[in-house]
C-alpha cells in the first residue's frame, strides 16, 4: 500500500523512473490491481517506452473491457507511435464506452486535424467544447 499511495506522487512530480518501481513493488505484492497496472503504464509511457506501455494497457484493457482511460491511453500510444488507424480504434471505442470524455474528443480531433479531415476534427473539437467550454487545446485547434 505504501508504494501505491508513493507512486502516484512521484508521477505527479515527474519522477516516472521512480514511480514505475513503486508501481512495480505495489504489483508485486498484489497484482490484481487494475488502478496501479494503468498508473504503471502511464509512467513507462512519459519514459518513452511505448511498446511496453501498450503492452500493459493492453493488460488492463483484458482485465477489465470497459477501462476507459486504458483504452484511451493505448489510442494515444499508438498515435505516438504513428499507427494512426488502431489510435483511432482505440479513441472510437473509449468513445462509445463514454461519450462524455473530454479527452477523448480532443484526441480524437487532433487526430482527425493531423491527418487531413478538418471537418471531423472540427465535430470533435466543438464536442469537446460543449463539455468543457474551457479547454484549451480544443479552443485552440
Not at 497484482?31 to 511496453?52: D, I, K, Y
Not at 470497459?66 to 494512426?84: C, F, K, M, P, T
Not at 493531423?114 to 479547454?135: D, T
Amino acid at each position: 500500500r505504501r508504494f501505491f499511495r508513493r507512486g502516484p506522487l512521484n508521477f505527479l512530480r515527474e519522477h516516472y523512473t521512480s514511480a514505475q518501481a513503486d508501481f512495480k513493488k505495489s504489483l508485486e505484492k498484489d497484482s490484481n490491481q487494475p488502478n496501479v497496472l494503468h498508473f504503471l503504464g502511464l509512467a513507462v509511457f512519459h519514459r518513452g517506452a511505448l511498446r511496453e506501455a501498450a503492452k500493459i494497457f493492453e493488460n488492463v484493457i483484458k482485465a477489465n473491457p470497459e477501462y476507459v482511460e486504458a483504452i484511451r491511453n493505448l489510442g494515444q500510444v499508438y498515435r505516438e507511435l504513428g499507427d494512426y488507424e488502431k489510435a483511432m480504434e482505440q479513441f472510437n471505442t473509449a468513445l462509445i464506452l463514454d461519450d462524455k470524455q473530454v479527452q477523448g474528443y480532443q484526441f480524437r480531433g487532433s487526430l482527425y486535424y493531423h491527418s487531413g479531415r478538418p471537418v471531423q476534427a472540427l465535430q470533435n473539437f466543438k464536442k469537446c467544447l460543449a463539455l468543457e467550454p474551457h479547454n484549451e487545446p480544443c479552443q485552440y485547434m
